[in-house]
């Protein structure tokens, strides 16, 4: 069978429409699972940095269901901000959910469940040249975001996999990518 190309509308659109599948089964995970997470949604992180003028990339399961088979849930949103961003991102972010707490490094500020201590917000810094990349490497999603493109999506799961500071049953987690080729 012969697929047609798909189109950058056809990808925003699929984007979106993953975007939502994949926010409604990590709700409703943590609604059955772990209800007292504190539910945080790719929706609402895109559109509160998107009013403080940052356009950030939407990274991990959530930037990159669009290229999976199917959709699938994820328990935190991933989102690389340029280096001039990262400060505001995070004010921004504080601000927005000030129940949440910060811990930061070089390559990441992580917003934490303060009971569970689970990663509800990574804000992924470019520090280093994949990341960088991902900026030139993106398709925009209207007004409000941007996520890495296939080739680039597979890179960053590649690095993560690589990473000498990423747990092992995350690493076995990146492996299952499977990307769709249309």
């Excluded at 056809?10 to 993953?18: M, Q, S």
């Excluded at 669009?66 to 690389?80: F, G, I, M």
Aim: aromatic share 4%.
């Amino acid at each position: 069978m012969i697929q047609r190309a798909r189109t950058t509308a056809d990808l925003v659109r699929e984007h979106l429409e993953a975007l939502r599948t994949g926010s409604r089964v990590t709700q409703w995970f943590r609604k059955e699972r772990e209800p007292h997470v504190i539910n945080v949604t790719p929706e609402q992180v895109v559109t509160r940095l998107h009013e403080a003028g940052i356009n950030g990339v939407l990274m991990g399961t959530h930037g990159i269901n669009v290229y999976r088979d199917e959709p699938r849930a994820t328990q935190d949103v991933d989102v690389l901000v340029t280096k001039r961003d990262v400060r505001k991102a995070v004010r921004v972010l504080e601000e927005t959910f000030p129940y949440l707490e910060v811990s930061e490094n070089a390559s990441v500020a992580r917003f934490l469940d303060p009971v569970t201590q689970k990663v509800v917000i990574d804000v992924l810094k470019p520090s280093s040249r994949p990341l960088q990349a991902v900026f030139r490497h993106s398709v925009r999603i209207g007004d409000t975001h941007r996520i890495p493109d296939l080739e680039m999506a597979l890179v960053s799961k590649f690095v993560a996999m690589l990473a000498p500071t990423r747990r092992l049953d995350k690493k076995q987690i990146d492996r299952v990518i499977s990307p769709t080729c249309s």
